[in-house]
């Protein structure tokens, strides 16, 4: 992050410069705490990063779970829902942004979209909330590309709330409005990189199959079925919609899941092109969607059948589901334990490098003694990639 710490330390940095283009991105959260670091420390790491990436990596869970808490919604079968929640939060899923401080933006955007989403659940009707939110997805936009999708998530789930309330009033007509305002500004000033097109999805075929992929994980299954894991939720929301018995929590976990959904949908195009397996990187805007699919695989356990052998019936089918994402987290556990430690070794071939070539000024690594020739580095990166799912 020279980029910015050099002119921060020269003064020079202008306040334009924290939003500057990264890629598509504009990491501005990202930047600030890099700079925060820098103060508190003097020097920068990122080791120091990585531990205020802790920090900002728990607050989405436990904010969540509190929300839970706090709203008495703890109880039964709901208790699988915080299990969920913790296994995404405590499994080195996300591994790549928990080690690297850099990939803290992922942590920053999860925090501003749950953040949003229970203000315009539990505030839905209150003025400065509202700005509030604006707010919020404002910092989104600046936080990520796919940012852009938070405030569309959040107008859908201020309509659900007009539809199930039966109150369009004017100003949560306004808001909406506002928005999807603030997502097409977004969507219209991202940057453009000619070179990432071949990365993105190059028909709708290799786009619905990314789809189903991504929204497949945890399972480690590659067929395409893997996707039939949302399928109860798909049934559950449009019920509780038609019939209007959204809870507040139903509302929710719903915004959970459709910025899940639509965060999905953003990475399929964007790389689409030949993901064959979901980057540990990617895993953390699948969280919450999977805390909202746990929620509404619940859901009809408590609302629906009223006969006693039907609830039993939907009950296994709930059941089934928690086994098989468990079931999965811990096949996952060991791989990607074997996986970070074959990254480490590629990255300290890349040090070492790094470090002969500021010694020697020498580009060719024959000519250095001790340095890893680029045979050594292809048979280790082999191997990393024969150890990945």
């Not at 990255?347 to 003694?369: C, E, F, G």
Request: proline content about 4%; charged content about 15%.
């Amino acid at each position: 992050m020279g980029w910015v710490k050099k002119p921060w330390t020269e003064g020079k940095l202008a306040f334009s410069d924290l939003w500057n283009s990264h890629n598509e991105h504009r990491i501005f959260p990202t930047r600030l705490l890099t700079l925060l670091s820098f103060e508190l420390t003097g020097v920068w790491s990122n080791l120091t990063e990585t531990r205020l990436n802790i920090l900002l990596g728990a607050s989405t869970p436990l904010l969540l779970i509190w929300l839970l808490y706090k709203g008495r919604e703890l109880y039964g079968l709901r208790w699988l829902v915080v299990a969920v929640i913790v296994a995404g939060a405590v499994f080195p899923f996300s591994w790549e942004n928990l080690l690297i401080g850099f990939q803290s933006q992922f942590y920053f955007l999860n925090l501003f979209t749950l953040s949003a989403l229970a203000l315009a659940v539990f505030r839905s009707r209150s003025t400065s909330a509202m700005v509030v939110v604006a707010g919020l997805c404002c910092l989104s936009i600046v936080t990520m590309a796919s940012g852009l999708v938070t405030p569309i998530a959040i107008a859908i789930v201020y309509a659900a709330d007009g539809y199930t309330q039966k109150n369009w009033s004017p100003k949560k007509l306004l808001v909406i409005s506002i928005l999807l305002i603030i997502a097409a500004t977004g969507y219209f000033t991202m940057p453009y990189v000619a070179g990432h097109n071949f990365l993105h999805a190059q028909n709708m075929t290799e786009m619905v199959k990314t789809t189903i992929r991504v929204m497949g994980w945890p399972l480690t299954d590659h067929k395409l079925y893997i996707g039939l894991m949302w399928l109860p939720t798909l049934i559950t929301i449009p019920v509780l919609l038609s019939n209007r018995r959204f809870t507040r929590f139903d509302l929710l976990m719903f915004g959970c899941f459709i910025w899940t959904g639509a965060e999905v949908l953003a990475l399929a195009y964007g790389r689409g092109h030949a993901l064959f397996d979901v980057s540990s990187r990617y895993t953390e805007i699948l969280h919450l969607g999977l805390a909202g699919n746990a929620w509404f695989v619940i859901r009809p356990t408590e609302e629906f059948f009223s006969g006693q052998k039907s609830k039993i019936a939907i009950t296994i089918v709930a059941l089934l589901f928690f086994a098989a994402l468990f079931f999965s987290h811990a096949q996952r556990f060991p791989l990607d334990i074997v996986t970070m430690k074959n990254d480490r070794a590629i990255r300290l071939i890349q040090t070492k490098n790094v470090h002969l070539y500021l010694k020697t000024r020498d580009k060719k690594p024959s000519k250095n003694p001790g340095c890893i020739s680029p045979i050594q580095i292809q048979k280790t990166f082999k191997r990393y990639l024969t150890i990945r799912v």
